[in-house]
T-cell receptor, first 119, second 111 residues
C-alpha cells in the first residue's frame, strides 16, 4: 500500500482565497483524522470521521473550515476564506478502529502533510 | 486537559548513548502511544502500550507505563544519528476514540 496520500504537498495562497486540501486514506481503514501542526500549538485534531461520517468536529477552528468524506477513499479539508493565521502543516491520518475498543489496531498512519502558507 | 506533556523538550546526546524521554498525562487512559516525526515528514507510529501493561519492547525501544503516576517513558538504546527526530506521546483517554498528542521531545543524536 502507498500509505496515506495528501495533496498538494505545499500550498501558498493569498488571504481571502479558498484552499482545498485532499487526502486518500489507506485502503481498508475505517477512521480518518485531520490535524493541524504549528510550533505554538503543537498537533491539534481538527475533525475525525468513522465510516465516512463526521464523529467529532469540535476541533474545527471556525466556520471558515469545513471537511467532507464522500467515500471511504477520499476526504477534503476546505478553508474559505483563508487567513494568515491558518498557515500551518495539515496532516491527514487513517486507522482501523475496531468496534470494541480493545486498544489494538489503534495506531494511526499519517500522510506527509500539506504545508500551507497564507500571505 | 488530556494532553500529554513530554519531558525534556529537547535532548542532545552522542551516538551509542541511551535516550530517555518522559510523558505525563492527566486522565485515565485506554492506551498510550509513541510516535516519531522526522523534519518535514508525517508522524510514524513506534509503539503502543495498553493501560494494563507495564512495559513493552520493540527492537531498541523500551516503553514503560505507570498508570498510578500517569506517566510513561520511552528509552532508545544505543542511539544512532538516524534516531534524530521529534518524539511524541499520544494518549487515548478512556471512553474516547481519538488521540491527544503532546508537544514532543526533539532528540539530536550526534555522530
Amino acid at each position: 500500500d502507498a500509505g496515506v496520500i495528501q495533496s498538494p504537498r505545499h500550498e501558498v495562497t493569498e488571504m481571502g482565497q479558498e484552499v482545498t486540501l485532499r487526502c486518500k486514506p489507506i485502503s481498508g481503514h475505517n477512521s480518518l483524522f485531520w490535524y493541524r501542526q504549528t510550533m505554538m500549538r503543537g498537533l491539534e485534531l481538527l475533525i475525525y470521521f468513522n465510516n465516512n461520517v463526521p464523529i467529532d468536529d469540535s476541533g474545527m477552528p471556525e466556520d471558515r473550515f469545513s471537511a467532507k468524506m464522500p467515500n471511504a477513499s477520499f476526504s477534503t479539508l476546505k478553508i474559505q476564506p483563508s487567513e494568515p493565521r491558518d498557515s500551518a502543516v495539515y496532516f491527514c491520518a487513517s486507522s482501523f478502529m475496531s468496534r470494541v475498543m480493545t486498544g489494538t489496531g489503534d495506531e494511526q498512519y499519517f500522510g506527509p502533510g500539506t504545508r500551507l502558507t497564507v500571505t | 486537559s488530556q494532553q500529554g506533556e513530554e519531558d525534556p523538550q529537547a535532548l542532545s546526546i552522542q551516538e551509542g548513548e541511551n535516550a530517555t524521554m518522559n510523558c505525563s498525562y492527566k486522565t485515565s487512559i485506554n492506551n498510550l502511544q509513541w510516535y516519531r516525526q522526522n523534519s518535514g515528514r508525517g508522524l510514524v507510529h513506534l509503539i503502543l502500550i495498553r493501560s494494563n501493561e507495564r512495559e513493552k519492547h520493540s527492537g531498541r525501544l523500551r516503553v514503560t507505563l505507570d498508570t498510578s503516576k500517569k506517566s510513561s517513558s520511552l528509552l532508545i538504546t544505543a542511539s544512532r544519528a538516524a534516531d534524530t527526530a521529534s518524539y511524541f506521546c499520544a494518549t487515548r483517554a478512556s471512553g474516547y476514540s481519538t488521540l491527544t498528542f503532546g508537544k514532543g521531545t526533539m532528540l539530536l543524536v550526534s555522530p
